[in-house]
């Protein structure tokens, strides 16, 4: 069974910039698409970015489209979220997850700790 453990967060300015990082150890996820998450308190879960298995399909939320970039490195097993920008409605803990294109949020099961990105304005 995979584990997914999300770092890279912490409390940083409005404009400014955070990598994430979701290491996968247990078994490769080299074949499968992923995908980070977010939620703000008193919020539902929602998509942010989703990478095909070989990085060469992405696909982000309209909310950050133009200021995040996702990228994997499948020799490492990370997978990256690069915010840029950040806005103080980007406040959430973000999550790393496969991504399946058919699935709703709510679908998904068995959400990590998540890293925390308080931004201040």
């Known amino acids: 069974q995979v584990q997914l453990v999300e770092s890279g967060g912490g409390l940083v300015q409005a404009g400014g910039s955070l990598r994430l990082s979701c290491l996968a150890s247990?078994?490769?996820?080299?074949?499968?698409?992923m995908g980070w998450f977010r939620q703000a308190a008193g919020k539902e879960r929602e998509f942010v970015a989703g990478?095909?298995?070989?990085?060469?399909?992405?696909d982000y939320a309209a909310s950050v489209r133009g200021r995040f970039t996702i990228s994997r490195d499948n020799a490492k097993n990370i997978i990256y979220l690069q915010l840029k920008n950040l806005k103080a409605e980007d406040t959430a803990v973000y999550y790393c997850?496969?991504?399946?294109?058919?699935?709703?949020?709510?679908?998904?099961?068995?959400w990590g700790q998540g890293t925390k990105v308080p931004v201040a304005s």
């Open positions: 247990g078994r490769t996820v080299n074949t499968t698409s």
């Open positions: 997850k496969y991504y399946y294109t058919s699935y709703t949020v709510q679908q998904y099961e068995d």
């Open positions: 990478i095909s298995w070989d990085g060469r399909q992405t």
